[in-house]
Structure formats: C-alpha cells, structure tokens
C-alpha cells in the first residue's frame, strides 16, 4: 500500500498565516502556484521501454490537470509552461499550474493526485509582510592560492586548490566574508632555509551553494563540479541488472 505524503501549502508565512488559518479563510479570493509531479520516475516510468516513457508521463500529467479541472470547475487553472500538441520535449511538459479560485477551493487542491506543493502567491485582503532579512547558508568557496618564495624567479611555482566554507547570505557576500581570511592567509614566514614564503590568493575558482541549513558529520556535500569523460564498460546502465540504486558502493 502506498503511503500518502502530505503536500507541502508554502509562502503562508508571508501574509501571516499557516496552514490550519489558511484554511479558514474559506472563500477568500487566493492566486497560488501548483507544482505538479510532473517529471516523478515512478516504478511504472522505470518498467517502460525508453521509448514509451515520454509519451506516458506527457500523459500522466495531461490526466492529472484533467483531473484538477474536473473536480474544481470553480477554479480557474493556466499551464505556466508547456505544450500538449505534438512534438513534445522534456521542458514542454507542464510542471506547474497558475490557480487562481478560493482558499477553500485552493486547499482542496493540495490532495489531489500529482500535486507536490502549492505556493501562495496572493491572498485578497491581504498584504506581503516585509520579507526578513535573507537566512545564512552554507556557501563552499573555490579558491586558487599561488605560494611565492623570496628571489623565485623562474621555474616551477607551487600552487594549491583550497575549499573554504563560510556561512553567507549570496555568492558575492560568500567572498567578501573571506577577505580578511585571503590576507592572514598571506601573512608571510620564515621557511627552512630563512627565506620568506607567502600564500596568496590568486583567483577565486568557483563558489558553491550547499543548500544545506546544518553540516551533517555523517556526510555532506559541500562542493559539486559537473565534467564529462568517456565511457568506460562498467557504467553501461542495464536497468534490472546493474541498477545504480541497487549497485554495492565503493
């Protein structure tokens, strides 16, 4: 039997509200986003031949907001992205919905089937509270750090790739808040042979968002780089046989 999970009502808290005050605001005129599960890989998806697979969740989704209409004809509902005509491509399946109805009508919709989330956009009466002051995140930092030697003047210089984590509100504020950091870094000292050495901060490589609120000990990711190489016989996906699901790890 599958379990139901509870979709997710977002965005409340911007006009005060929760979900239990929400759904007493009963005919209330609401304008809210409908996040579909519309690219879910399902045990029905994975069972299909590749072929069929598009054409199955292109119909799912069609049933789905069939679905929607059918049950809230109160509602007012508009694909926010998509085509259902011929010639479909990933990006043309709708993924989302504009509804525009009641509060009452709205969190009725959160039951339906192939619904994820429904984020409240406007609420009639009802206005946006100031948005607080964005939340610090993880950020992973990418630098490259050149270290320079008293009268080295040619030949091999050595260099070091260093990760730092930082706690930021952006990308850019991620890099102001190690700035301070980039010069302590550079401080210069003595090597064996008495000779000044200095680490310092060549370029910034990259930043990272983890999107993590806390680092779990037990692994977290904190930088990601996406490459390409060739193929190598032992990643050749043969669902059922090889699945990376089920495939012991390193």
């Not at 609401?30 to 690219?39: K, P, S, Y």
């Not at 799912?60 to 085509?83: C, D, M, Q, T, Y």
């Not at 339906?112 to 939340?135: M, N, Q």
């Not at 490459?227 to 016989?233: A, E, G, N, V």
Request: aromatic share 10%; proline share 4%; charged share 30%.
């Amino acid at each position: 039997m599958k379990l139901h999970t509870k979709t997710l009502v977002l965005g409340l808290e911007r006009f005060g509200l929760n979900e239990a005050s929400f759904g007493r605001l009963g005919g209330r005129k609401v304008q809210a986003c409908v996040h579909l599960r519309t690219f879910d890989v399902t045990a029905a998806v994975r069972k299909l031949d590749p072929s069929k697979r598009f054409r199955y969740m292109a119909s799912r989704v069609e049933r789905w907001i069939e679905n929607l209409r059918r049950l809230h004809p109160r509602v007012s509902f508009r694909a926010k992205a998509g085509k259902f005509a011929g010639g479909r491509r990933w990006s043309e399946l709708p993924s989302s919905l504009e509804a525009r109805g009641s509060a009452r009508e709205i969190s009725a919709i959160a039951n339906a089937a192939g619904v994820e989330s429904i984020y409240v956009a406007k609420v009639a009466g009802r206005r946006h509270r100031p948005s607080p002051k964005a939340a610090l995140e993880w950020y992973c930092v990418r630098a490259f750090v050149v270290i320079c030697v008293e009268r080295a003047k040619s030949g091999l210089q050595s260099t070091e790739e260093r990760f730092m984590l930082v706690r930021a509100r952006s990308f850019e504020d991620a890099k102001k808040r190690l700035r301070q950091q980039w010069r302590e870094y550079a401080t210069p000292y003595l090597n064996s042979e008495s000779l000044m050495v200095s680490w310092q901060l060549d370029h910034v490589v990259d930043v990272y968002q983890t999107s993590e609120k806390e680092i779990d000990p037990a692994g977290t990711e904190v930088y990601s780089k996406l490459s390409k190489r060739r193929m190598r016989q032992k990643y050749v996906w043969h669902p059922g046989k090889n699945d990376p699901l089920t495939r012991p790890k390193p």
